[in-house]
């Protein structure tokens, strides 16, 4: 037993040494790209909620046109999300980048809506 370690005490040391593999700098400037859209398509959806009249109209029909009136930011961010899925996947097809650009871009808009329907209510019931 006493062997073994000495004789991988070497090779564990000299792994030490090896510099770890440098992150593709594609990857993470796309990842950054798409973090910023991301977070201004949700900035967008607040800053319209906020500035939205919520004492007429129910809030999910609210929410629905403030994330409506965000459609620029989300076709951007959509298109970022096919290119960073080709990027990562390059056998993907662009159609089949398109379907999983959509269908995240559709999560985050979901839950974007959702968010604003709670803040539309606290607003309503602040009013009451």
Known sequence: MRRAVALLLPVLIAACDVAPARPDPKGQQLRAELDK????FGKCVDDKIAAADVSKDPAGSIAIE????CRPIR???????ASFDR?????????????????????????????????IVKRQNQMK
């Open 75 to 81: 076709n951007a961010l959509t298109l970022k999300v």
């Open 87 to 119: 990027f990562g996947h390059p056998n993907h097809t662009p159609e089949q980048a398109e379907v999983v650009a959509q269908a995240s871009v559709g999560v985050i808009e979901k839950e974007l809506r959702e968010k604003a329907v709670v803040t």
């Open 37 to 40: 859209l991301t977070a201004d």
């Open 66 to 69: 403030a994330v409506k009136a």
